[in-house]
């Protein structure tokens, strides 16, 4: 016994090969799990890193600040200001004009160049600079036979060549630029005329056709996303807050009861895709609804959030004490008025919260979109009126982003980055009020 | 009369309803509303909701009925041999419906005078020409039956909106008159709006069987027309996907099975991703991490459940493919990957999105085991880490199981990153490198193609769409059921 104390081999101080293989196991295991939570944050740095580093650029675009002089002659041959006569003329009026305008500020700027002709400046300028133009003009009739200064949208090949997307060596093959083009915006930077400005039009502005990155923009997405969720609010809410109580407070013990209960269960779980085959087969082709509409968008989106909401409902519903719905029960209410009167109100911030979140899901959510025609549609127009907000057809944010992703111009991946920055603001902005909603009106009780 | 007149008409009456019947129910307690038998506004309630709620069941049910009967009787009109080769009648009517849209355009415009719209004999070259110049899409010469129809159609149409605008009119206000002359002292007004609201509180919960029961015949429906043109064993059975680009069948081969490996390969890759990491992401948090790491970690790690599938798709796309395929591609690597599109490169995003989802039900799942359960086993002299391995991972394991099957149902069903990142040709490789296709990505090429939807090629879809909620709504139910059967051990 004193034998065994005395061996340093059983001391109590020193561990044996064992203690210290299993300390080592636990210490490990322990490793493990801290790797596990570090990997799933590297996850999200990488991820968040990957959208703004790409995405942050799609709110710069380029412009070159010249005087255009909109020459009389050309624009209203007449002299006689007629408005009607002003509208004739069309774009390809005014492209000579705004070439002539930066050729002459190259020659101005003493730039050197083995461009000769005001054509040679067609490359920089985006062939929707011309139309801004002449809305402006149309807009303003009097500003015939000035010069202006006018702020011409450069192409995306400029733009990506200032952002370093574009280099002199990828446009060798290019049709649309040559790497000389590339000497000339370098003199025009150097001189101030050629500059990154913040670009609203982004965010406002109307998607364009696959050939002119450089002016489309998320805004009538936004607004078909913004009606969807209308429809989700308007349709979803009501819906969902009246099967909780129905569940909740009235439902009896039966098979229906059970039958409702499976299938919200159910319904949560399936895939969202097979919803945009419901919103296919029932809104589209048996009730002739319009394609790619908002309305059949937002139908599609509240049957998909429905069980969120409606879980959520009742958790808030449940989280009343029986103690007020007995108190109302005894001063004389009926279980309805108890309800609606006492539970639901104090139910409400729960209810509206499970809203928010479900509505943030339902405005991320693509798939079932692709399928009611919501990608594919290059929404260049905003709906006119409130009812065509519903019924015309539009695009929705994600279903924007997707589409921009698809085509083949790189310089439509940063847009697609940047309409993805967008829409985690929204998202973030919307999570926030449901934190703020629940952490301000929650009540323990 | 435009709808949203005939909506905020009935709404009116119903308003108008709830002022009058609250007036003469206190009318006929003089004036004192103890004398009632429920409070005033009840009687309100009662005239309103039989006023507006009869009017609007009318109105749905002609919403539904009236193309159903104009369809029949004006797809009667069409004689056989209008429908042209390769052609058939859903064609001819959506020709129909375009040609009647685009005349009601024309006179809307002003641009054609409505006795000219409705002449039968109207030259229809000149109609297809006017079309045209104004702007509609008309795809071929207009021929006389079809415009026949088309006018007929339009007629048809305007009565049969002028009938129902009457009726749910007629309707509201028989109601209205219904409710008023109920509108008395001793009628028990509350017990009869309170069972029309619990009528509708039913119904709103309805709706989600419902929308099951619409989802199961739109599937079944289509897919039971897709297995007429199709042969169902060719379906289940052929190892090749190569649908015909013409859309007329006949050559397209569509085998199920190449989709179902791609999606099961991309999703264990998913899973070899998500499971691990979520795994031990939640045993750290549940029995090491300290409130401080926990309420940071946590909800860092959700963040990643409340980005949308969009974002995880064009990572994939633009991120995630280029970055393997610099390791993996030819171009200096070590040559396995062809593209950016891949098995890896569409089951690492998707892994990264169900890392929350995996962690968060675990999480929930291990707090549930009873600490009674640990200290037992602390007592033992075990350390925490064998504690957790033979007691509470055992204890836990069904619950786990549960939720990882739940992870794989999320991710059989994930759409959009397989469509960015997975590629669109099927194959039946073991290379996770190389680019192969799933079920979902299938549904959605399918339905957004240029083939009509009565075409093979469009209603395989279904199909697809069918053996996916079929497998989903299986792995969902086997879940909750082993959730459900080993939570109960504890409780």
């Known amino acids: ?445 | 009369m435009p709808f949203l007149w005939l909506v905020l008409i009935v709404l009116a009456i119903a308003a108008s309803g709830y002022v009058i019947g609250r007036g003469r129910a206190m009318q006929s307690a003089g004036g004192d509303a103890r004398h009632l038998h429920s409070l005033p506004g009840y009687y309100g309630w009662n005239v309103a909701l039989k006023a507006a709620v009869p009017a609007f069941l009318v109105l749905v049910l002609a919403l539904i009925v009236q193309p159903l009967i104009i369809n029949k009787t004006v797809s009667s009109m069409i004689p056989e041999s209008e429908i042209a080769e390769g052609s058939n009648l859903g064609l001819v009517m959506a020709e129909v419906r375009r040609t009647a849209d685009g005349i009601d355009h024309l006179v809307n415009e002003g641009l054609m005078d409505e006795s000219a719209a409705r002449n039968a004999r109207t030259d229809f070259t000149d109609i297809t020409q006017r079309l045209k110049d104004a702007g509609q899409v008309v795809t071929s010469n207009i021929t006389q039956p079809v415009l026949a129809a088309a006018q007929k159609y339009r007629v048809m149409n305007g009565s049969g909106k002028l009938v129902r605008s009457a009726l749910v009119i007629l309707v509201a206000l028989a109601g209205l008159l219904w409710g008023l002359k109920e509108s008395h002292k001793d009628f028990r007004a509350r017990n009869i709006v309170e069972r029309s609201i619990l009528a509708m509180l039913m119904a709103g919960a309805s709706v989600a069987v419902l929308t099951t029961l619409g989802i199961v015949l739109s599937l079944i429906f289509n897919t039971v027309e897709f297995f007429k043109l199709y042969p169902a064993l060719d379906f289940f059975t052929l190892l090749e996907w190569s649908p015909s680009f013409s859309g007329r069948g006949g050559s397209s081969a569509l085998g199920v099975l190449p989709l179902l490996w791609g999606t099961f390969y991309i999703s264990i890759v998913a899973l070899l991703v998500a499971v691990p990491i979520g795994l031990f992401a939640a045993i750290y948090l549940s029995e090491y991490a300290g409130p401080k790491v926990r309420a940071f970690a946590k909800p860092m790690l959700e963040v990643l459940a409340g980005i949308p599938t969009i974002v995880y798709g064009l990572f994939a796309l633009l991120t995630l493919g280029p970055m393997l395929l610099s390791v993996f591609g030819d171009d200096g690597g070590l040559g396995w990957m062809q593209g950016q599109r891949a098995v890896m490169t569409a089951g690492i995003a998707m892994g990264i999105m169900l890392i929350p989802f995996v962690s968060s039900l675990s999480d929930d799942i291990i707090n549930a085991v009873p600490q009674a359960m640990r200290d037992g086993s602390y007592g033992l002299g075990a350390t925490q880490s064998e504690t957790i391995k033979q007691v509470v991972l055992p204890a836990a394991l069904p619950g786990i199981v549960g939720a990882v099957l739940l992870a794989a149902s999320r991710a059989i069903g994930e759409t959009m990153i397989v469509v960015m990142g997975a590629g669109a040709a099927a194959s039946l490789s073991l290379n996770p490198f190389e680019a192969m296709t799933t079920v979902t990505a299938k549904i959605v090429s399918q339905l957004t193609g240029d083939s009509d939807f009565a075409s093979p090629e469009a209603l395989v879809a279904f199909a697809l769409g069918m053996t996916l909620f079929v497998l989903t709504l299986a792995l969902n139910v086997f879940a909750l059921y082993i959730v459900r059967k080993y939570r109960e051990q504890y409780d």
């Open chain 1, 1 to 445: 016994m004193s034998d065994a104390m005395n061996n340093p081999a059983n001391s109590l101080l020193v561990q044996d090969a064992r203690t210290a293989k299993r300390n080592a196991a636990e210490k490990r295991f322990r490793f493990f799990g801290i790797a596990a939570i570090a990997t799933g944050l590297v996850f999200l740095v990488i991820l968040l890193t990957a959208i703004f580093s790409n995405g942050t650029g799609a709110f710069q675009q380029t412009f070159l600040t010249v005087p255009v002089h909109l020459d009389e002659t050309k624009l209203d041959k007449a002299g006689n200001r007629d408005i009607e006569d002003i509208k004739k003329v069309s774009t390809f009026g005014y492209n000579p004009l705004i070439q002539q305008a930066v050729f002459d500020m190259v020659q101005a700027q003493g730039i050197e160049t083995p461009f000769t002709k005001r054509g040679d400046m067609k490359a920089l300028i985006s062939a929707s600079a011309a139309a801004q133009l002449r809305d402006e003009v149309i807009a303003n009739p009097d500003l015939i036979g000035q010069t202006i200064e006018f702020r011409v949208l450069a192409t995306s090949r400029v733009d990506g060549y200032l952002k370093g997307r574009v280099t002199r060596e990828s446009v060798e093959r290019d049709k649309n630029i040559d790497a000389e083009h590339f000497d000339l915006v370098d003199g025009l930077r150097d001189a101030g005329i050629v500059k990154k400005s913040f670009n609203w039009d982004f965010i406002t502005g109307a998607d364009a056709s696959e050939s002119r990155p450089e002016q489309a923009g998320m805004g009538v997405a936004m607004v078909g996303s913004f009606f969807m969720m209308l429809v989700v609010l308007l349709c979803a809410l009501p819906i969902g807050v009246a099967a909780s109580i129905y569940l909740e407070e009235f439902a009896p013990q039966n098979r229906w009861t059970d039958l409702i209960e499976v299938n919200i269960s159910n319904l949560a779980a399936v895939p969202s895709i097979v919803f945009g085959i419901l919103g296919l087969a029932v809104f589209i082709q048996f009730a002739h609804l319009p394609q790619s509409a908002p309305l059949v968008g937002g139908l599609v989106l509240t049957l998909m959030t429905l069980p969120t909401i409606i879980i959520s409902t009742r958790a808030s519903l449940k989280a009343v004490p029986p103690s007020i719905r007995d108190a109302a029960l005894g001063v004389g209410a009926s279980k309805m008025q108890s309800v609606f009167h006492h539970v639901l109100p104090l139910a409400m911030p729960g209810i509206l919260t499970g809203t928010i979140i479900g509505l943030a899901q339902a405005l991320g959510e693509t798939a079932p979109l692709l399928l009611i025609g919501m990608v594919g549609y290059i929404a260049s127009d905003m709906p006119d009126g409130f009812l065509g907000g519903f019924l015309d057809p539009n695009s929705a944010m994600p279903a924007q982003i997707y589409e921009w992703a698809k085509r083949a111009d790189p310089a439509y991946y940063e847009r697609a980055w940047g309409g993805i920055i967008i829409l985690l603001m929204f998202l973030m902005t919307m999570n926030i009020i449901a934190v703020i909603l629940r952490r301000r009106f929650e009540r323990r009780w």
